[in-house]
């Protein structure tokens, strides 16, 4: 406790001199902050002892201290929380003689008057009552009464945590859902939002339950921000408000030697999202032990705290006999799920593998899960920055963490809260907790950015290329981190952002005029004449082709929806695709149609396809790779070249094969070629890499690809077995599949059938089981898995190699749409 010299206490000799001695308190120079709070409560202690004294109090009583008081956090305008404990026998005079002095001074007293059995009867029934017990401190009187009732209460808590940690968890939602959430809100309530000062009271309370700790790593020093800002605001309003308005703003950074009120406001942003995160993580650790205890949980229980109250051996030693017991289903290389989190895998290399941040966030998110704070603290301090330009794998991961929708935003957080996306996003840092003072927006510019790719997430359905959606989606904003218009100074930014990712030109390019005019769609929308040719003009000499279009028009809404609800109506939306609708009949009209392009058989498909013409079996080229990159990483995939006669079921049966041996499609290619005039032979390219890290040996793809062209192997039956004894994970919703024949414009020479939907294991061998049941020949086709998305594209005719009729082609896009679920 802060000490001071005698002749500053104030005694009892009248509420005015200890009020004086409080102002002068408050208004000298020198440290604010905690150690203004403590002497600020060992003062007021000095003074209820001297009233307490004075009163004349007899044996067996006592002054106690409860809530903030309690913990000697006494802020300017706080209330005075108090306590007289008894033993039953109380002069009913003796209150007014201590309360009147209070009342007089100015101070705001929330007292009660209970015996030990009355105060523990009121916690039982009240839990506000029991958390500020929790935090009794003695003040006057009888210690051994105070001491005895800490004890009881502490008992009571910890005895009786099953039941009062839900209500408490409940209490704090019911807060949330008043106040909201203090890192978002331009004027937010530091005590009781989200994140606020009342959550660092339950912490301390789980806690006390023995039963779970928070993760404490920047915890005291974001309570004691936000309690410092609290103290300001005291001073500066000269009331007890939690809530930080607009006009206090200024006055309050002043005071705390801030350089403005934008600044000030990160700061407090910052300070809550350690809060909120400690508190996630803590009310997690809480359901496993609280699951553990009814008998609901995998793991068995143990005493000590997850995060601390035991040395880095126990925990380590705990941590293994935990591992021992518990279930652990894989989820991605390096990465499995253990009671609800995505964990390391026992044998997982952080140090060797700078995706694995970024693998295990697509697997949680995607699984619905979050990825567990050890690890996530564990992946900040031990993997190395990913190699410039990133890793293909790196981007195709970011981009399935985006497409996850919700489920990326908890995910997103633990990454944030160890800093691990300005690792991955250096110019994130810019907009991280960066206020926005416009009141249509209801988010701080980097929540908005992850929130507007959240909805770019259901509209990947729309757009051919959703990985640049989704990317564009994140990044659109960066540029409000930088003076001048954010546009501009962002379509720079991404440029570089989107080189440093890996993209090909192409993509940086669309990228680019993306972010550059993902405002030119709703602007001109809204302010120019929809009549005038000039107006489509405008748009379609900004983005130039259909796909591009696409985009935008998707990035267009999702932005608006992720601004807040005053940012978007059906007017809005209505102006915005009649627009669209007419700068797409200008670029469709300005587009050459014709046959599909294809690039001229290489060297070794030639030798394959002569190879399968000549002896009208197979002919496979099958090469297990790796691709060092300029960290030395080394990811795994196999490419696959395969020469057969034509035949039907060809493609859903090799895809099927893939299938059987874990291997996930990256991209394939199907195509017709008739090297010795003999009759055609299809070629298929195929690019995939091994679920888990391990790729299949050679020798048994090669016999199982001819088991199943031969019908030795029944793909279907054995996918479906293996489907059926998986264990169901919960997964997350995804947008519907979208299969949609395309205009006759696409090609012609075949009807084009695109499909796009959420990638999963066997998608392919489903899609091509069922055009083959329609009877069609796929001609060509061309597969891409962006992300967590497929697009792909086939082009079918009938068995004379036809184009479809309309009316053949609509049932052929129905049978594909019912075997995709």
């Known amino acids: 406790m802060t000490s001071h010299t005698d002749d500053s206490r104030p005694g009892p000799a009248g509420p005015a001199d200890h009020a004086a001695a409080r102002a002068r308190l408050l208004t000298a120079p020198g440290p604010g902050g905690r150690a203004r709070r403590a002497e600020l409560s060992a003062r007021t202690d000095d003074w209820l002892a001297a009233l307490f004294a004075s009163a004349g109090a007899p044996a067996g009583v006592a002054v106690v201290a409860v809530g903030g008081y309690g913990r000697g956090e006494l802020s300017p305008r706080s209330d005075l929380d108090v306590l007289l404990l008894h033993e039953g026998r109380l002069d009913a005079a003796l209150p007014e003689r201590l309360w009147y002095p209070v009342w007089d001074s100015g101070a705001a007293l929330d007292h009660s008057v209970r015996t030990p059995a009355e105060a523990r009867a009121v916690a039982a029934a009240d839990l506000k009552a029991q958390l500020g017990l929790l935090d009794a401190r003695h003040v006057a009187g009888d210690p051994a009464l105070t001491a005895a009732l800490r004890s009881t209460v502490l008992a009571d808590w910890r005895e009786g945590a099953v039941r009062r940690l839900p209500e408490l968890r409940e209490l704090g939602r019911e807060r949330a859902e008043r106040h909201g959430e203090l890192s978002f809100l331009l004027e937010p309530d530091l005590k009781e939002a989200r994140g606020g000062l009342r959550d660092v009271v339950a912490l301390d309370a789980i806690a006390a339950s023995w039963l779970a700790d928070a993760p404490r790593e920047g915890l005291d020093a974001a309570a004691l921000r936000l309690a410092d800002v609290r103290d300001a605001l005291h001073l500066v309003t000269g009331r007890a408000t939690e809530r930080l308005a607009l006009q206090d703003q200024d006055q309050v950074a002043e005071r705390l030697g801030v350089l403005d009120a934008d600044t000030l406001l990160r700061q407090v942003y910052e300070a809550a999202r350690t809060v909120a995160y400690a508190a996630d993580v803590t009310w997690r650790a809480v359901d496993r032990v609280l699951a553990a205890r009814s008998g609901r949980g995998r793991r068995p229980l143990r005493r000590g705290f997850p995060f601390g109250g035991a040395s880095g051996a126990a925990r380590r030693g705990a941590g293994a006999v935990a591992r021992g017991a518990v279930e652990r289903r894989p989820l991605a290389e390096g990465v499995v799920e253990m009671d609800g989190e995505a964990v390391l895998a026992q044998g997982a290399r952080p140090a060797a593998d700078p995706v694995l941040p970024l693998r295990a966030a697509a697997a949680a998110a995607q699984n619905g899960l979050t990825v567990s704070h050890a690890t996530v603290r564990r992946l900040a301090a031990e993997c190395r920055p990913l190699p410039v330009p990133w890793p293909d794998e790196a981007r195709e991961q970011l981009v399935t963490l985006l497409g996850a ?409 129905a049978a594909v749409r019912e075997a995709l679920g």
């Open 405 to 813: 929708g919700e489920a990326c935003l908890p995910v997103w957080e633990a990454l944030e809260a160890e800093g691990l996306i300005t690792r991955l996003l250096p110019d994130w840092e810019r907009v991280r907790c960066r206020p926005q003072r416009n009141a249509v927006h209801r988010w701080t510019v980097d929540r908005h950015l992850v929130e507007t790719a959240v909805r770019a997430a259901a509209m990947t359905r729309r757009v051919a290329r959703p990985d640049l959606l989704l990317v564009a989606a994140l990044l659109h904003d960066l540029g409000k981190g930088w003076p001048g218009d954010h546009s501009e100074a962002g379509e720079v930014i991404v440029r570089d952002v989107a080189a440093r990712m890996g993209f090909d030109p192409e993509s940086v390019e669309t990228l680019a005029v993306l972010v550059r005019h993902h405002l030119t769609l709703v602007d001109t929308a809204t302010r120019r004449d929809p009549d005038d040719p000039a107006t489509v003009e405008a748009v379609t000499k900004v983005v130039t082709t259909l796909p591009r279009l696409e985009l935008l028009r998707a990035l267009t809404e999702a932005d608006a929806l992720a601004t807040g609800p005053a940012a978007w109506s059906g007017w809005r939306a209505s102006l915005v695709d009649g627009l669209a609708a007419r700068a797409a009949a200008r670029l469709a009209g300005d587009a050459a149609s014709g046959p599909e392009p294809a690039a001229a058989p290489t060297a070794e498909q030639e030798r394959l396809a002569v190879e399968a013409a000549r002896t009208g079996e197979p002919a496979l080229s099958l090469l297990a790779h790796t691709e060092a990159d300029s960290a030395g990483t080394e990811p795994m995939g196999v490419r696959l070249l395969l020469a057969v006669p034509d035949r039907p079921g060809l493609l859903g049966t090799v895809a099927g094969v893939l299938a059987l041996h874990r291997l996930a499609v990256r991209a394939a290619g199907l195509r017709e070629l008739d090297p010795i005039g003999a009759g055609p032979v299809l070629l298929l390219s195929w690019t995939v890499a091994a679920e888990f890290g391990e790729l299949p040996e050679a020798a048994r793809l090669r016999a199982d690809l001819r088991r199943a062209l031969d019908g030795s192997l029944d793909v279907s039956r054995r996918l479906a077995e293996r489907d059926a004894a998986a264990p169901r994970r919960r997964g997350i919703p995804t947008p519907p599949p979208v299969v949609a024949v395309a205009p006759p414009v696409a090609s012609a020479t075949a009807t084009v059938l695109e499909v796009r939907a959420h990638d999963a294991p066997g998608l392919l061998h489903r899609i091509g089981r069922a055009l083959d049941g329609a009877g069609v020949r796929v001609r060509t086709a061309h597969v891409s898995t962006l992300g967590a998305d497929v697009v792909d594209a086939f082009y079918l005719t009938d068995a004379a190699g036809r184009p479809l009729s309309a009316g053949r082609a609509g049932e052929v896009a």
